[in-house]
């Protein structure tokens, strides 16, 4: 490795995939820098899927309390301090931030809290130092950040960054967007105690997601009270004395204390330096990259959300973990993009893998559907009207198994070792020769015999 430049490889943003990539990389004996403007830990650890998980746990205990009377449970009037989440959250946040820290220094990286931009294809102006340094690799790890759109009022939203520093619980919100976060936070919202209303401009919620779990959450969520809006456009935020109005393109409006918008993330790419060193960028800014994350120019890599490929951590991890192994252990790994598992944390939850109903039936000519639609042997004694669902979506040829699809208590624990099972190969007659666990939720996946067929109603939709 060449001591003309200072570090064989610089990360700009300190998330999930530049953390892997840095610390992997200086175990490989490279001499490795990484700067991070916020935190350690990027939007998966400070301001995603590990603050919105603990908020959905939170969530769910209205439910829990309810439920124990049919088991015997006399439960006294229980409270919900919404300040003790905020400050139990921020301490383990901050615990698991310096994990991050702890194990970069551990592994030798010389990390700069400042902002980073390119400044040449292998240099780095750190801005907080003001200081220049170099990289014979340079790998952008930046992430994505909510995006919200320019209507009149905009700067009265919110996003999921500020809902998770809220200083007092708001007694109505609107949740504009209809994506795993918008549906995520409605129902988190929803479990401590606010009135929620869900606007989405779309037919129904989770685009992309099979159309029995959109379906089913949908009737979920209207059971839990919340206020599901489909079709219905925003085109204007007005501030008001105790909160906002927002204004529908048909003429329509509701008042809120709060909203928060959840209607996608673009790659957070502004200020970065990109267009000045030629890097093509598509059609949001995100950074294009091959199968081996290199950029347009030589020696730059992107990975995770600011290559605008999948927005999951996991992604981010395993696309980090490759860029070391090609650069520095000689073992250049294409990583697989197919059947990566998925989970929605509303309440009733989803987890996904495979492919949904509809896209198996435009790529292959025949295609078996099974589908249980149950009531939990939970609810049975507590009373509560909750479904939930399974549904495996089968190659009608060669038997194998496409999709895995569940909707209810513990879904994502369950997809995650069906998504196995998918990656091999499994075929319908292998879950049929599972024995199964009983009585559990899961042994649905291997007990379903029964191919599902369409009443004449669905059949003509």
Partial sequence: MSESFDYDLFVIGAGSGGVRC?????????????????????TCVIRGCVPKKLFAYASRFEHAFEDAAGFGW?????????????????????RLSAIYDRNLAGAGVTSFASRAELTGPHEIQLVAEDRMVSARNILIATGSTPFKPDIPGIEHAITSNEAFHLETLPKKIAIVGGGYIAVEFACIFQGLGVDVSLI???PQILRGFDDDMRDGLHEEMLKNDIDVRLSTDVSGIEKTADGVTLAFADGGSINSNAVMYATGRRPNVEGLGLSKLGIECGWNGHVVVDDMFRSSVEHIYAVGDVTDRFQLTPVAIREGAAVAEALFNDNPVEVDHDNIPTAVFSTPEIGTVGMT??????????????????????????????????????????????????????????????????????????FDATMALHPSAAEELVTMREKWTPSKAEAAE
């Avoid at 919900?80 to 901050?94: P, R, S």
Wanted: with cysteine.
């Fill in 74 to 94: 006399s439960m006294g009037r229980a409270e919900f301090d919404w300040q003790k989440l905020v400050a139990n959250k921020d301490d383990e946040i901050a």
């Fill in 200 to 202: 989405y401009r779309g």
């Fill in 357 to 430: 109903e509809t896209d198996a039936r435009e790529k292959h000519k025949s295609v078996d559907i099974y589908k249980s639609r149950f009531r939990p042997m939970k609810h049975t004694l507590s009373g509560r009207d909750e479904l939930m669902i399974m549904k495996l979506v089968v190659d009608g040829a060669s038997g194998r198994v496409l999709g895995c699809h569940v909707m209810g208590t513990d879904a994502a624990e369950m997809v995650q070792m069906a998504a196995i099972a998918i990656r091999m190969g499994a075929k319908k007659d292998d």
């Fill in 22 to 42: 840095a610390r992997m990389s200086a175990n490989y004996g490279a001499r490795v820098g990484i700067a991070e403007e916020y935190r350690v830990g990027g």
